[in-house]
């Protein structure tokens, strides 16, 4: 199987400045800390584990982590078996001083270097919670207990209402199924990574996404070992709007890029591509797979997967009752479809990951417009619509010709 690369410019900043709201307390944590007390109120106080200051936030209240690795402490989720790094139930926000860069949430494996008993989660949140500028890596679940609760979400887990993550990344975590990366349900995910996960059985090496938002974001490079979506796993009331699909690989069935299932399902402005989803007879959908949905697509590229004959790119593995609606998307084979292309979309270095529109791409000015565009950016931080003519390209970053000025409002 060929795994690629992906060049990743732009999406997020190094750091990022925190602006206190009126009003609002802060608990501090900072890993090299050595006065500790027990409200950690300020920097000299501050807890060394973040845990430890989670325990005492208030709702409403910010914890504020200074830069490093933080792989101590942890609480078990609620009701059930597996360890969390970092084990949030109120509606809090968790942020990073300086960004994902600089401050890092760790799990870790079973006793016996994997999965299983013993295993540490790096992250769950509660309903109203948000996390704000992590990185989280080495996260494990368990492979017995609660199918979902102990086996899911290895980076991050979500089952509950009202939560944002932002300005995050998630890579190299373990899980057994339903999200290898990050586990949402309920939640809103803006401008994150996720990348280089891993999944034992099935749903979502990457992401697996049930009534959430995905906007903003790479996910990329993650490997399941069962079925249903290397990438990500869409379910019902699912959103995935201006992201980067790619790289990701499967060797199940129906495991490339995108598995969709379930209701009201839409990709808007997503760019899909170099997914594999392996050799097999069921290896269908190298980019995107179908199944017992009704789906939208919209201003989407799903090009140059791999998978079997001419499934490699699309698969629809389901009929009536459900329905599919493929409009402004360039995929091979042409979809039938409004404004729809069999044409190459002229990246410019696919070999090397670079999937960013060229000047003679049959994607520019190609698109529709669509409400959520208004003020919003492409994957690169550049203005979604053109400032004269609101005119969009299909795909997750707009052609921006050498020279041009631009701006965002």
């Excluded at 349900?185 to 938002?213: H, Q």
């Excluded at 992201?243 to 490339?256: D, E, F, K, P, Q």
């Excluded at 994957?379 to 050498?402: A, M, N, Q, S, W």
Aim: neutral net charge; glycine residues 16%.
């Amino acid at each position: 199987m060929q795994r690629l690369c992906v060049l990743i410019v732009g999406l997020m900043a190094s750091g990022f400045a925190f602006i206190q709201m009126a009003g609002a307390a802060t608990n501090y944590v900072d890993r090299y800390g050595t006065n500790p007390v027990s409200k950690y109120t300020n920097w000299a106080t501050a807890a060394v584990s973040i845990q430890d200051a989670v325990d005492v936030a208030d709702a409403g209240n910010t914890v504020l982590v200074s830069n490093g690795v933080y792989d101590t402490g942890g609480k078990i989720t609620p009701g059930y078996e597996l360890t969390n790094r970092v084990c949030a139930t109120a509606a809090i926000i968790l942020r990073s001083v300086n960004g994902p860069n600089y401050t890092s949430i760790k799990g870790q494996p079973s006793p016996n270097g994997l999965m299983g008993t013993g295993a540490v989660r790096c992250v769950y949140l509660g309903s109203g919670a948000s996390l704000i500028g992590f990185t989280l890596t080495d996260g494990y679940t368990m492979t017995n207990g609660d199918s979902t609760y102990d086996k899911g979400g290895a980076g991050v887990f979500v089952k509950a209402d009202n939560v944002s993550i932002s300005n995050c990344v998630m890579v190299g975590n373990y899980g057994y199924n339903n999200g290898g990366g990050a586990f949402l349900w309920g939640a809103t995910m803006n401008n994150c990574i996720i990348s280089n996960n891993n999944l034992a059985a099935s749903y979502g090496a990457g992401v697996y996404l049930y009534a959430s938002k995905m906007n903003n974001c790479i996910v990329a490079g993650n490997n399941c070992a069962g079925n249903f979506g290397g990438g990500v796993c869409m379910k019902s009331s699912t959103e995935a709007n201006n992201c980067l699909i790619a790289g990701n690989i499967g060797v199940g069935t129906y495991c490339g890029g995108v598995f969709a299932w379930g209701s009201n399902i839409k990709l808007n402005s997503c760019t899909i591509v170099g997914n594999d989803s392996g050799t097999t007879a069921d290896s269908k959908g190298g980019g995107i797979s179908f199944y017992q949905h009704d789906a939208t697509m919209t201003n989407c590229i799903v090009w140059g997967n791999f998978g079997v004959g001419v499934y490699s790119n699309i698969c629809i593995g389901s009929s009536s009752p459900y329905t599919q609606t493929f409009s402004y998307v360039c995929s091979g084979p042409v979809q039938a479809g409004t404004g729809n292309t069999g044409s190459d979309p002229q990246f410019v270095g696919q070999a090397g990951g670079n999937y960013r529109l060229g000047a003679n791409s049959p994607c520019v000015n190609a698109g529709i417009y669509q409400s959520w565009m208004t003020g919003a950016a492409d994957l690169d931080g550049h203005r979604r619509l053109d400032k004269f003519t609101g005119i969009v390209d299909i795909g997750c970053y707009e052609y921006i010709p050498k020279g041009t000025l631009f701006t965002i409002p």
